[in-house]
């Protein structure tokens, strides 16, 4: 956990005073993640490094892909079953970022230009072309007035991918939604716990916790992220610049992420977080069809002895689907799995 503030922790990693400068990639890598989890506790009272069981609620077709792959679907970023998610994180993080924008064009252009490449960056990279040219003018106007050549600014497009889970088991809102209206099921995994994930690929998987705040507290959040993030970026090495980017990115990606609607507190959720490289993408990509959209994602290899259970949902026919699918499990190599009915009176 990081020290009370940003001074003591600077202090803390070998950086005398708020003039010194971070010369390593280290030091700058920690002020950042301290500077983040500062801003966190004073969100949540808590950084989320902990859950209980996680229950990913789906239809039969795709428990059955689950146990005989053993991976995990993670879905393109814009093509979540409700987009307005992260529309939702995006807004408030514009929003900040607007207000913000002069003051710090007055303080420090570099850093004004620098949160706007990132801002920018995480609008474009999970938008659709349909709204590309608005999201462009936007970037280009920001950095015309920081006098950077609008056309030196490039981005990729999406490359992030998300699954997400709950903590709530045999959720009526829940199984409606996601789990074929009550006749998929919910598969129970591991709870996370520090730097223990369920899938196979933990250093290349951001777990997150769903904040579900309201709108002033989570802008609140915003700009004390920019007000630590700059006094970072005010002692490091200027050389250090890319880092900083990068490092600030993901923190934000994570952000928006996690940033829901206080109306959906009660599902408890957890997002899964994948970065890939372009190169990655054009390799691992994979397509299904829900509700007649064709969906891209990837699939993520998950940790067999991290499989804790299956929820029949309350619409689901008990006797034959939990027959097959312990038959499943065993003939998927699985560990004995609990295979149990909703309680919910759902018809």
């Excluded at 503030?5 to 993640?33: P, R």
């Excluded at 993080?93 to 850093?111: A, G, I, S």
């Excluded at 490091?236 to 206080?262: H, T």
């Excluded at 499943?328 to 699985?334: E, F, I, K, Q």
Aim: include cysteine; hydrophobic fraction near 40%; proline fraction near 3%.
């Amino acid at each position: 956990m990081p020290s009370a503030n940003m001074k003591d922790y600077l202090i803390s990693i070998g950086i005398s005073d708020l003039t010194a400068t971070i010369t390593t990639v280290e030091q700058l890598g920690a002020a950042l993640t301290a500077s983040h989890d500062e801003c966190l506790m004073i969100l949540n009272d808590s950084l989320g490094t902990k859950s209980g069981t996680l229950y990913h609620y789906t239809d039969l077709s795709a428990c059955l892909s689950i146990l005989e792959k053993s991976t995990l679907r993670f879905t393109d970023i814009r093509y979540c079953n409700d987009p307005e998610e992260i529309e939702g994180g995006l807004k408030i993080l514009n929003k900040v970022h607007n207000e913000l924008l002069d003051y710090y064009l007055r303080e420090n252009p570099q850093f004004a230009y620098t949160m706007s490449f990132l801002v920018h960056s995480l609008n474009l990279k999970t938008s659709f072309s349909l709204f590309d040219e608005k999201l462009l003018e936007k970037a280009y106007s920001d950095f015309a007035k920081i006098g950077v050549n609008p056309k030196g600014f490039t981005y990729i497009k999406s490359n992030i991918f998300i699954s997400c889970l709950s903590e709530k088991i045999d959720d009526l809102r829940q199984w409606m939604p996601y789990a074929d209206d009550g006749r998929g099921v919910a598969i129970g995994f591991k709870g996370i716990d520090g730097q223990h994930f369920f899938t196979t690929e933990e250093a290349g998987i951001l777990a997150i916790k769903v904040c579900y705040k309201d709108a002033a507290k989570k802008e609140e959040f915003v700009k004390n992220i920019y007000d630590r993030a700059y006094k970072v970026f005010q002692v490091m090495d200027p050389r250090l610049a890319m880092v900083f980017v990068n490092e600030s990115y993901g923190a934000l990606l994570g952000d928006v992420v996690a940033c829901k609607s206080e109306n959906y507190k009660d599902e408890e959720e957890w997002r899964l977080i994948k970065v890939l490289k372009q190169e990655e993408v054009e390799k691992e990509l994979l397509f299904r069809i829900k509700d007649n959209i064709v969906r891209p994602y990837i699939d993520v290899v998950i940790d067999k002895d991290s499989f804790l259970e299956i929820v029949l949902g309350p619409k689901a026919e008990e006797l034959l689907n939990s027959h097959a699918l312990m038959n499943a499990s065993r003939r998927y190599s699985y560990p004995s799995k609990i295979i149990e009915k909703s309680k919910i009176a759902y018809r």
